[in-house]
């Protein structure tokens, strides 16, 4: 019974590798809570700005990422979401390093954006129920695109 209670806390969290401690759920529009680094810009100095994964970056290292997904070519939607309503993703500095993650993001939505993310982070992983999806991060737009086979 505990196992299965805890497997409910774990995924409605964000985590990163850079520790082992579970970080609070973020919401992009308010400051990041972690248990380490900083938490908004006014604890950075010289400039820099405090990104989601807690660190203090100068602002030409910082980028908004949108993940974008359809389903099946199709505007992401409750019905077309059904076998798998919740999506995880993961931010990774490249495809086989996940360093930085959301879980539950809910699929209806269709789009999930990252405000302040460091520029060395590269690809996107994606997973809707047991199968995952990979796409590299747009530099110029920080777009990511997913087409989902629910």
């Known amino acids: 019974m505990k196992r299965g209670l805890l497997l409910v806390v774990l995924v409605g969290c964000t985590w990163s590798s850079s520790d082992d401690q579970i970080d609070p759920p973020i919401d992009p529009g308010r400051p990041f809570q972690q248990g380490h680094g900083c938490q908004t810009d006014s604890n950075c100095s010289g400039g820099e700005v405090c990104t989601r994964t807690g660190s203090c970056q100068p602002a030409s290292q910082v980028f908004a990422v ?67 999806q990979t796409a590299t991060i747009d530099r110029a737009t920080g777009d990511a695109v997913f087409d989902l086979s629910l």
């Open 66 to 132: 949108h993940v974008n997904w359809t389903v099946k070519g199709a505007p992401a939607s409750a019905e077309a979401c059904a076998p798998s309503p919740d999506l995880q993703i993961n931010f990774g500095v490249d495809e086989a390093n996940a360093l930085f993650g959301f879980s539950p993001v809910p699929c209806v939505e269709g789009k999930f954006t990252v405000d302040k993310l460091p520029t060395n982070y590269t690809t996107v992983r994606l997973r809707h129920g047991s199968t995952w």
